[in-house]
């Protein structure tokens, strides 16, 4: 049964021109994912993945149900080229770095040191320490 169902899928194996051309083909007829999947012995997920590199790259970010309708009505003009948004790759996504931490404090004090200093501060009921309460709430 295994050797049967590995006859029935190309999953694993590099896409061919011509399977790429029959789904080109298969979704001008009017095809769905799940039928384009069946006639390549792909899965849907593998196919889905496949048409949309067929879109432009302003167009591959739609939602993958609306993968196949989307290239159907691309491939309805004839000067569409597929082939040639296929080789098209997107902008690589910028890198954020967050900003350094910057450490400030009292040298020779962790931060542990500074919150307990802090906290016996609020707790002190002094006028002396009323600022610099005021400070430390804020």
């Known amino acids: 049964m295994l050797e049967k169902d590995q006859e029935r899928t190309r999953s694993g194996h590099p896409w061919t021109d011509e399977e790429t051309t029959e789904m080109v083909a298969l979704a001008r007829g009017g095809a769905d994912a799940d039928a384009i999947a069946a006639q390549v012995r792909r899965g849907v997920a593998s196919v889905l993945n496949r048409l949309r590199r067929m879109l432009p790259l302003e167009h591959r970010s739609c939602p993958s149900d609306m993968i196949v309708s989307a290239l159907r009505d691309h491939l309805r003009d004839p000067g569409y080229d597929w082939r040639a948004n296929m080789l098209l790759t ?3 996504r910028p890198v954020v770095r967050p900003p350094d931490i910057v ?11 500074l ?24």
């Open 103 to 113: 450490r400030t404090g009292v040298t020779g004090l962790v931060d542990d040191d």
């Open 90 to 92: 997107p902008a690589p």
């Open 115 to 138: 919150v307990g200093i802090t906290h016996s501060v609020l707790l002190d009921d002094r006028a002396v320490t009323a600022e610099l309460r005021g400070r430390l709430v804020g």
